[in-house]
T-cell receptor, first 111, second 113 residues
Framework: NAGVTQTPKFQVLKTGQSMTLQCAQDMNHNSMYWYRQDPGMGLRLIYY???????DKGEVPNGYNVSRLNKREFSLRLESAAPSQTSVYFC??????????FGQGTRLTVV | AQSVTQPDIHITVSEGASLELRCNYS??????LFWYVQSPGQGLQLLLK??????LVQGIKGFEAEFKRSQSSFNLRKPSVHWSDAAEYFC???????????FGRGTSLIVHP
């Protein structure tokens, strides 16, 4: 029972490099989300996708792009990484209004 | 704006003592409310949720929460804390057409032996 799977678990980038965080869920959920977690800030929503083919900005979208590739997969891309994007990133999925299921997180460091 | 507030950044309790973690919400309509727990280096695990009906909600690991509309609160309680309960606790709400989960800043629970 995989749930929500994120890759990679850890990543170190140099400033200006790009990368894509992958997320897949096997629960047939319509909604998927990307959050970042920083100390004392809780989880802040970067982007979400309410259904396949749609994406919308959350609270902190600057510097990120997303793709809802299909119902299962929702990727997050950093085009030009900055030290301010050092964070732990969580992907989650849910059926609207119900509890969210979370991946294990990606710890990203930008140097 | 719709929001969830956790007023306490850190809470310290002794093992065996009772626990209450505070959560206040600000929504136009009654939101769906959740409590999650995060152990170090892990993702978030759902403790309990409130959608409607009985305002006292039972969850896993002996936790419960009470929805109080008059106080816009959804506080998490446990009668006797165990050392393994030390973790970060997040309150979350979801409402409106999209029901996007919005999280509080979290409360770090420290348990003294």
């Amino acid at each position: 029972n995989a749930g929500v799977t994120q890759t990679p678990k850890f990543q170190v980038l140099k400033t200006g490099q790009s990368m894509t965080l992958q997320c897949a869920q096997d629960m047939n959920h319509n909604s998927m989300y990307w959050y970042r977690q920083d100390p004392g800030m809780g989880l802040r929503l970067i982007y979400y996708s309410a259904s396949e083919g749609t994406t919308d900005k959350g609270e902190v979208p600057n510097g990120y792009n997303v793709s809802r590739l299909n119902k299962r997969e929702f990727s997050l891309r950093l085009e030009s990484a900055a030290p301010s994007q050092t964070s732990v990133y969580f992907c989650a999925s849910s059926d609207a209004g119900d509890r969210a299921f979370f991946g294990q997180g990606t710890r990203l460091t930008v140097v | 704006a719709q929001s969830v507030t956790q007023p306490d950044i850190h809470i310290t309790v002794s093992e065996g003592a009772s626990l209450e973690l505070r959560c206040n919400y600000s929504y136009g309509a009654t939101p769906y409310l959740f409590w999650y727990v995060q152990s170090p280096g892990q993702g978030l695990q759902l403790l309990l949720k409130y959608f409607s009906g009985d305002t006292l909600v039972q969850g896993i690991k002996g936790f419960e929460a009470e929805f109080k509309r008059s106080q816009s609160s959804f506080n998490l309680r446990k009668p006797s804390v165990h050392w393994s309960d030390a973790a970060e606790y997040f309150c979350a709400g979801a409402s409106g057409g999209s029901y996007i989960p919005t999280f509080g800043r979290g409360t770090s629970l420290i348990v003294h032996p």
